[in-house]
């Protein structure tokens, strides 16, 4: 039994086309399910042409983004698995049956939008790029795609890390890094991903990749800091023997340079056991 959640701003161009075939995969694979569209004070008539689908609509006042959408859809949702989907038309939902059958054996099945056919804008691709490999790095987990809408996951899972989760674009990426972090089992299968059937994205590349970036660094802190911590310590620390090592050959004496830096080392050092130590606590303590 799924609960489908499609958030749609300004989607009248393609929301009927993702409702339909949302509707024909999950009618075919004989699972029970529900739909419901998220209209996020569409000004265009998204929510109405929902409504005439017959489908549950929830209606936002006032536009709050595509994380809070997905947020009040797994609110409303009457189900114990949840699948979201976007409402433009560029993700393949005849695989969300397929997705489907895997949780269980997996906590979170997502549709890695790296199969045979794939429609990427450049200006979307390099920053993701980039950020994905700086989640991989901070996680130790291969990550194929970090924010793909196309997903399958437990409610109960995701409730836990509602506190963390944003309203912006950046939803899907906190929700698997929280997932990769607390080792839930993830799974990624390619999927295809198509060009928008019409409307205009609300990504926008500068303000959310320094979105995307902020939020996997509070994440990271939240969970394991020291993946953070550690590389600056090191440099940190080779900055300050190198000047050590400088001012002796040099000068004969330390400078004030390199008491600043020997002191940066010392208190990041401090700071990051600190902060380990806090997440240890609250870990502890919350188990």
């Known amino acids: 039994m799924i609960s489908v959640i499609i958030p749609a701003w300004n989607e009248e161009e393609s929301i009927a086309h993702d409702i339909d075939s949302v509707r024909k995969a999950m009618d075919a694979s004989g699972m029970v399910y529900e739909l419901i569209v998220i209209d996020d004070a569409s000004s265009d008539k998204s929510g109405d042409i929902a409504r005439a689908k017959g489908v549950k609509v929830v209606t936002h006042p006032v536009n709050k983004g595509v994380g809070a959408a997905r947020k009040t859809g797994i609110l409303n949702a009457k189900y114990d698995i949840v ?20 949780v269980g054996e997996y906590d979170m099945v997502v549709g890695a939008r790296t199969g045979p056919s794939v429609y990427v804008s450049l200006i979307r691709w390099l920053p993701k790029f980039l950020i994905r490999k700086l989640a991989e790095y901070l996680t130790r ?3 194929p795609d970090l924010n793909s809408g196309l997903r399958v996951f437990k409610k109960e899972t995701a409730l836990k890390y509602f506190y963390l989760l944003p309203d912006s674009h950046s939803w899907e990426s906190t929700i698997t890094l929280s997932f990769l972090f607390n080792d839930h089992p993830v799974k990624f299968v390619p999927v295809d991903y198509y060009k928008r059937l019409g409307g205009k994205s609300s990504f926008t590349p500068f303000r959310d990749t320094y979105n ?3 939020l996997i660094i509070r994440t990271v802190m939240y969970f394991n800091p020291l993946r953070i911590f550690i590389p600056l310590i090191a440099a940190s620390f080779t900055l300050s023997a190198l000047k050590f090592v400088i001012d002796m050959l040099v000068y004969r004496h330390l400078s004030q340079t390199g008491i600043v830096l020997i002191i940066f080392t010392f208190n990041t050092i401090m700071i990051g056991l600190l902060a380990d130590l806090i997440v240890t606590l609250n870990r502890k303590h919350k188990a």
């Open 83 to 102: 699948a979201t989907t976007d409402g433009d038309g560029t993700y393949p939902n005849h695989e969300m049956p397929g997705l489907a059958r895997l």
């Open 212 to 214: 995307y970036i902020s």
């Open 141 to 143: 987990h291969k990550i």
